[in-house]
C-alpha cells in the first residue's frame, strides 16, 4: 500500500468506502442494517471513534478515528468482513431481483485481484483525508450531510436515516466541538 493512503492511530479522517462497480446494494434496508451493525460493532470493539458518517445507495463516507490502531487497518478489516456477509445475504434473499447480475458484477471485479478469493465488494482503498483544522471538519460534515439532499432523496439531511445527521439513527457518533 503507499504510504499516501496510510493513516495514523489517533487522527481524525474523513474515507469513502465503495462498492466496486459503483453498483446500488444500499437500496435494501437489509444490507444497510448489516453495514451498520457492523460499523457499531467496530465502534464497540476495535476503537472506531465515529463523528459523522452518510451511507448512500454505493458507498458510505465517514469522518472517524481510531486510537487503537490506524484508521486504514480498521477500515480494511471492516471491508474484509461486511464484504463476505453482505455477499452471503444477496445470494440468500429470496426477492433480489438483481441477485445473478450482482453476483456476476462482484465476481468480474474480483477476477485477477489477488487479494479475493472469489468476489470483490468494496473498491480497493478507501483514500483517507486527515482533517487537520475545524474549517476542514465542518467542510467534509456538510458534505457528507448533503450528499442525500444533492441525490433527491431527501428535502433536509436530518430527514435521511443512514445518517449522522438524522438524531433517530442506529450509530451513534461523538460531538464534534469545533467552531
Known sequence: MSDKYKTESGKLYYATVTVAGWIDVFTRKEYVYEL???????????GLELYAYV???NHFHIIATSHQQPLNILLGNLKSFTSKKLITMIDEHPQESRKEWMLRMFKYYGTGNSQNEEYQFW?????PIELWSDKAIKQKMNYLHNNPVKQG??????????????ALSILKVLPFSGE
Open 55 to 57: 451511507i448512500m445507495n
Open 153 to 166: 432523496i431527501v428535502a433536509r439531511p436530518e430527514d435521511y436515516l443512514y445518517s449522522s445527521a438524522n
Open 36 to 46: 451498520m451493525k457492523n460499523i457499531k460493532y467496530c465502534q464497540e470493539n476495535k
Open 123 to 127: 473498491q480497493n482503498g478507501n483514500h
